[in-house]
């Protein structure tokens, strides 16, 4: 149905987000995106340490 998305529609994204936000907020909006990924990604690999610590947790006591 759709293909990739190939740089001429990412051009018109760009244009269209530069139209509804304007040249001031997009880069407030880009930061903001990237703190959030960036925190995600941190509550993420938190959460996987977490579990994998506590997977490897039975087989100590069980050693023990």
């Known amino acids: 149905m759709f293909g990739p998305i190939g740089w001429p529609e990412i051009i ?3 244009i269209i987000a530069l139209l ?7 880069p ?5 995106m990237g703190k ?7 509550s993420f690999k938190d959460v996987t340490d977490e579990l994998d ?12």
Do not use: M, Q, V
């Open 12 to 14: 018109i994204i760009l």
């Open 53 to 64: 610590s506590d997977l490897d947790s039975p087989e100590k006591e069980e050693k023990k």
């Open 36 to 42: 959030a990924i960036k925190e995600f990604k941190k």
């Open 20 to 26: 509804l936000f304007g040249a001031k907020r997009l």
């Open 28 to 32: 407030e909006i880009g930061r903001s």
